[in-house]
């Protein structure tokens, strides 16, 4: 099918479709491409195609052209003629209608009833047999679009790490049962910057939400079959386009401004952006998975490859891997995070199996691998806020702490060492001790600050926090997997009862087990993460891997019971009462000295007797109460105009043991008091002050004291 349309030679970037006011100029590199064609589809009939074209140029790989008159919301594919050579890493098939990697926007999903493989699957060489059938009705189709926008005075809101305090959240999730959401807006962008949930986020304190997946992703065949979905996300198809399932309007790039419009309602409420994105592998799975964007385009050049090539690297676990110490995949990368910034005004990324990005040569891990040092060096991408799921599937794969500064980092030895201590568990005194004081032994050797630690206690992958108390073994029986999906190591302990009851003591101790991980966390050093629901103690019934779980079991339920009310102003109080405290907010690492002729040491451990820890303490194997003193006259670094920052001493008791224990409060110093600011055995105690001598501590909780400071918060 040949255009009629005058075809001019166009230039080899930007990559992707680019509309200058008068036409449109598309770009696509391929090293092993022969030719390439752009095909165009009716927008009433997207699985119509009306017209087809060559791109009449080719420059250092980047085959391109410009077509006058070409408007947004143009629907298009691409076909890609080449070798067909699974056997030396290419799969060109110019039957398969591709996903352009650079297209802003899609419109449609893929069919799996359609013809969407490479190869026959009912032939017995299976993909080493070309398909030549077409796909294009079964395709998602890239759109045109206009990058104009009016952002007014929006800007990146840069706020510090030191105050920072996200939260992890499902665009669809957070706003599907939300009564303040209007009902056309519930599960989508628009939905999330609405008055509701914005209110409810400003209220909590958080600064920064952290989104699951938003760029475009496919839903899985297998998932399909079973009539589940793919609800995370975490199988992407492009890596520029807003997936569009969360567009309130479904107009052709329709998701493209509403995307913007939920970024800058954020900003004006002083909440940042941060995406969750999947750069470690796509939705097309391994040789045997389906053709529609990379793999025929340039499969050798985009995804790792073994060394016949035919079979892919897989250091994710979904079957392939994307190759970023490829020169141009790095580009790639890069691109998209740089578009994500300059044109849809995010703050920051958190990068899912991030330990991929730094595997070079022959796939071991570096953390000087050149696709660091690009994103590192880059003027825009090296100051918003980079934060990496430091391990994956293969060899080697666990890297907390090996990743090179600015990185932050999700400290996975942060909740495990949490989850232990609070369950009983025998020999957790020095790593818990490590992990609520910035964890300085995994960054500090690197010179890197106590914020690389991103401490977090739950997230959207394992049981929520109301779960972690309430379950000691997965229930994901809705998933359609026997039960054999998810993780089975947990440290979660059910308190003495699986699932929900209806003993009030049971009841009890899950409430204060929640409020002593909740307390715990945002009283430790670093940066603290939550998963929303987790503040109102929102369930899954169990299920530790609800991934394909778009229904009830995944949407936070906003209808509160006086439990689930009080558990959420005991977060709020939390986070507000960390925003006040410059000792919560260190930005160097505790050297447990006095300074500044400081009346307290930055930190010191005390046990339950009142006198101080010793290197002998640690190692005791029972040692489950113990309590930490932080000095808020001994802060090292001074404020922004290079005053010394002087704020409260905080003094937290833990008890981890089951009975209740008497501890003996140290002394405040000179010329003040402790005041007991909560305690979460009893709600109703707080704000008061405390005289000399002993506290009895019931089993399992935690208590904060603080003496009032000359405060000048950094």
């Given at each position: ?10 230039k ?63 629907l ?27 297209a ?16 026959p ?25 206009s ?9 990146r ?15 669809r ?27 409810h ?31 995370w996300?975490?199988s ?30 954020l ?17 097309e ?23 016949e ?6 250091f994710?676990?979904c ?17 998209s ?114 914020q ?19 379950y ?10 026997h ?13 003495g009862v ?48 609800a991934y394909c ?27 507000q ?30 046990k339950p ?52 224990v ?53």
């Amino acid at each position: 099918m040949s255009s009629k349309r005058e075809i001019w030679p166009g230039k080899p970037w930007p990559r992707g479709a680019t509309f200058d006011g008068s036409g449109t100029n598309f770009a696509v590199y391929s090293q092993v491409a022969t030719r390439v064609e752009v095909c165009l589809f009716d927008r009433a009939d997207p699985t119509k195609e009306v017209e087809r074209f060559d791109l009449p140029m080719s420059t250092e790989f980047v085959w391109h052209g410009y077509v006058p008159d070409l408007e947004p919301g143009t629907l298009y594919g691409l076909r890609v003629h080449g070798p067909y050579e699974p056997e030396k890493g290419h799969r060109c098939n110019p039957h398969k209608l591709l996903v352009d990697p650079y297209a802003k926007a899609l419109h449609g999903e893929v069919d799996w009833k359609q013809p969407v493989f490479g190869y026959p699957l009912d032939h017995p060489k299976k993909d080493l047999m070309r398909d030549e059938r077409d796909s294009a009705a079964g395709m998602p189709k890239g759109v045109v679009v206009s990058d104009f926008f009016d952002w007014g005075n929006d800007r990146r809101l840069d706020i510090p790490w030191r105050k920072t305090v996200i939260y992890e959240a499902h665009v669809r999730g957070l706003t599907m049962r939300h009564p303040g959401v209007p009902e056309h807006q519930r599960g989508t962008y628009a939905g999330l910057g609405s008055p509701a949930i914005i209110e409810h986020l400003q209220k909590l304190g958080v600064t920064s939400v952290e989104l699951l997946p938003v760029q475009e992703f496919a839903d899985d065949s297998f998932l399909n079959d079973k009539g589940l979905s793919n609800f995370w996300g975490y199988s992407t198809l492009n890596y520029f386009a807003p997936e569009q399932r969360y567009a309130s309007r479904k107009t052709p790039g329709g998701a493209v401004a509403e995307f913007k419009s939920m970024v800058k309602s954020l900003h004006a409420a002083g909440i940042e952006v941060i995406l969750d994105v999947v750069y470690n592998h796509t939705c097309e799975g391994n040789h045997l998975g389906p053709t529609l964007s990379f793999k025929g385009i340039d499969n050798a050049s985009y995804y790792w490859t073994m060394p016949e090539a035919r079979h892919y690297l897989d250091f994710t676990g979904c079957g392939n891997s994307l190759n970023a110490s490829n020169p141009q995949t790095a580009r790639f990368i890069v691109d998209s995070l740089r578009y994500w910034v300059e044109e849809m005004h995010v703050d920051g990324f958190r990068f899912d199996l991030a330990t991929v990005l730094g595997r070079t040569g022959k796939g071991g891990y570096d953390p000087n691998a050149p696709i660091f040092q690009i994103i590192n060096q880059d003027p825009v991408l090296g100051r918003v806020k980079l934060i990496a799921e430091p391990w994956d599937v293969g060899l080697g794969g666990y890297q907390v702490g090996g990743f090179p500064s600015p990185w932050h980092e999700w400290n996975g030895k942060y909740r495990d060492a949490l989850r232990k201590y609070w369950k009983g568990d025998e020999n957790q005194a020095a790593e818990v001790g490590y992990r609520l004081t910035g964890s300085a032994d995994l960054f500090a050797a690197a010179r890197r600050r106590p914020q690389a630690s991103i401490n977090f206690v739950t997230a959207h992958d394992g049981f929520t926090l109301h779960d972690l108390v309430t379950y000691s073994s997965k229930h994901n029986e809705a998933n359609g997997e026997h039960n054999r999906d998810g993780a089975d190591d947990n440290q979660a302990w059910n308190c003495g009862v699986e699932g929900e009851t209806d003993n009030k003591d049971i009841i009890s101790l899950r409430e204060r087990q929640k409020r002593n991980l909740m307390a715990s966390l945002f009283l430790s050093t670093g940066v603290p993460m939550i998963v929303a629901g987790d503040e109102m103690g929102r369930t899954q019934n169990g299920n530790n891997n609800a991934y394909c779980q778009d229904n009830e079991l995944s949407w936070v339920d906003w209808n509160l019971d006086k439990t689930r009310q009080d558990l959420l102003e005991f977060t709020r109080k939390l986070i507000q009462f960390r925003h006040g405290q410059p000792v919560l907010q260190r930005r160097r690492f505790f050297q447990g000295e006095h300074l500044w002729e400081s009346e307290h040491k930055d930190l010191a451990w005390f046990k339950p007797d009142g006198t101080e820890m010793g290197p002998e303490d640690w190692q005791k194997p029972f040692v489950r109460s113990l309590a930490f003193l932080l000095g808020g006259d001994a802060i090292p670094t001074p404020d922004e105009r290079g005053q010394r920052v002087n704020g409260d001493s905080l003094l937290v008791l833990l008890n981890a043991h089951h009975d209740t224990v008497a501890f003996t409060v140290p002394p405040p110093g000179e010329g003040g008091a402790w005041r007991l600011e909560l305690y979460t055995a009893d709600d109703k105690r707080g704000n008061e002050e405390m005289k000399p001598g002993k506290f009895e501590m019931a089993g399992r909780s935690l208590a904060v004291f603080r003496k009032p400071g000359n405060n000048n918060t950094p």
